[in-house]
């Protein structure tokens, strides 16, 4: 991969819900290889539309998208980059369908046209590296809430990716859940794109935040997450701290 | 919830190529439904049990199983006798019964415990997943085996998404009573499971999408015929095709 290529190039990019209010709003966005970003924002400001859009999930109505410096108009034109971007949904359930959890980890393998020896071996491997290797024959329906996203983030990257968009990778985690996940994404070396309202979580795996308000980037994006005072959720029992 | 609770065991059938089972399976149903002779029904209900005998299964949920099937033959023995028309009969009051009616009810109860007994040990003995792969190896549509697979894994979700409706009726003093404020809130419940089960299919298809979907899915377990497979199986279609025989030669 060439150093600071462009993965993401968004400009005046608007979107719409057939009937709804403008989501995206003139909207640019940049992301290069390597860059680890977050984005906040309140409830229904558009950052899952975002993501989507990205991927090509949804179709922008108006702007310019590029992806890894092609212009992309129909949501046709993104067949060919999707196994190039992971995208991991917000509910594990809808990423996870296959009966067992080897089957799902080598369904994009698969799809890239592996074999299936080598898809297996690949699933294996993705599925070791997240320390989650003893599930490999279980069923996914069975698995608990932080099993599943482990799955699910291990689906994603034995795609071999060459940039992420995660939404709320941490949403219904428990601390031991949450901090395995940071902790694979620190030591990843890809780009990626992070939607959270963790904001430690986000402080811990981002370097830069953008703000997500009335359909596009505040203009003062880039803020840095600062220290705060805040509660500690079991009064004197200890918590780690991610910053 | 969808327990597969034959599937554990170590007998023949459940060693064998799921691919045979099932058209072993499909084979005898086809001739034992079509059947009109008494003889070969009862046929099939003894080499249904043999097979259920065979794969050596709990009996207590296969009693289970049993008796809801036997709860429609029920209702037929309750209709039949008093509706068919025909030459014997015996009145008692207004009511008539004919014998051909029970003579139906009876012959239809033998194919329907037959075919059960027969599914059971050679379906139900194979998980879902890998059955669904052997039909798409016997070159059934992909499309309907999809359909299955997904169904299956996501009939729990759903389940899981009707609960969840209800408790939030029952946390809020919802009684089922018979009433339009009860039937009004059923309605609600399913349609809203509807909308949810359709909505969750889109972004099923979505995330499937994403991982390079293009209209196949990958089979990982692989299937061979043994020796034993052959043999078995051919076992089983003999006496299949001797059952179809006997009825055959029996009309010419």
Not at chain 1, 120 to 130: I, P, S, W
Not at chain 2, 109 to 120: D, E, P, Q, R, S
Not at chain 2, 165 to 184: C, E, I, N, Q, W
Request: with cysteine.
């Amino acid at each position: 991969m060439v150093e600071n290529q462009l993965i993401f190039e968004l400009h005046q990019v608007c979107f719409a819900y057939p009937g709804g209010r403008p989501l995206l709003n003139n909207l640019d966005f940049h992301l290069r290889a390597g860059e680890k970003v977050g984005v906040v924002g309140s409830n229904g400001s558009g950052k899952t539309t975002f993501l989507h859009l990205l991927m090509g999930l949804l179709a922008h109505q108006q702007g310019e998208v590029k992806l890894f410096g092609n212009k992309v108009v129909s949501r046709h034109d993104f067949a060919g980059f999707r196994t190039r971007i992971g995208l991991l949904f917000q509910d594990a359930d809808d990423q996870l369908f296959s009966p067992t959890v080897i089957e799902d980890v080598a369904f994009g393998p698969l799809n890239q046209g592996k074999s299936v020896a080598e898809a297996k071996a690949l699933a294996m491997r993705v599925l070791a590296r997240l320390d989650i290797a003893h599930l490999a024959e279980r069923v996914t329906y069975q698995l608990s809430g932080g099993e599943k996203k482990m799955v699910s983030l291990a689906t994603v990257l034995a795609m071999e990716p060459e940039v992420l968009l995660l939404d709320e990778p941490t949403t219904g985690l428990d601390e031991a859940t949450r901090a395995k996940i940071s902790e694979v994404l620190k030591g990843l070396d890809l780009a990626y794109v992070v939607i959270s309202h963790d904001y430690d979580f986000l402080a811990d795996v981002t370097g830069l935040t953008y703000y997500m308000h009335e359909g596009r980037f505040a203009d003062d994006a880039g803020q840095v997450i600062h220290n705060h005072f805040h509660l500690h959720p079991f009064g004197s029992y200890p918590h780690q701290h991610s910053h | 919830m969808l327990k597969e609770h034959f599937i554990q065991g170590k007998s023949l059938l459940h060693r064998l190529d799921p691919r045979g089972k099932v058209l072993v399976a499909c084979f005898f149903s086809l001739v034992v439904a079509l059947t009109h002779s008494p003889v070969v029904a009862g046929g099939g209900v003894v080499f249904g049990l043999l097979l259920v005998l065979i794969a050596r299964l709990p009996w207590r949920p296969v009693g289970r199983r049993l008796a809801l099937v036997n709860i429609f033959n029920l209702f037929l023995w309750l209709i039949l006798p008093l509706t068919y028309a025909g030459s014997h009969h015996w009145q008692w009051g207004a009511l008539v019964f004919s014998y051909e009616g029970a003579a139906l009810a009876a012959l239809i109860t033998l194919k329907a415990n037959g075919i059960f007994f027969c599914f059971l040990a050679l379906v139900a003995t194979s998980p879902v997943v890998t059955m669904a792969y052997a039909l798409q190896r016997l070159g059934v549509p992909a499309k309907l085996v999809h359909l299955l697979l997904f169904t299956f894994r996501y009939i729990h979700v759903i389940e899981q998404e009707r609960q969840r409706l209800v408790s939030a009726a029952v946390v809020r003093g919802f009684k089922p009573r018979v009433d339009l404020h009860t039937y009004r809130t059923y309605a609600y419940l399913v349609g809203m499971l509807l909308v949810k089960s359709f909505a969750r299919s889109q972004r099923v298809y979505e995330a499937m999408l994403c991982r390079g979907f293009h209209g196949r899915l990958y089979c990982m377990s692989e299937f061979s015929l043994t020796r034993e497979d052959v043999v078995a199986v051919a076992i089983m279609l003999l006496s299949v095709i001797f059952l179809g025989g006997y009825e055959w030669l029996k009309i010419s």
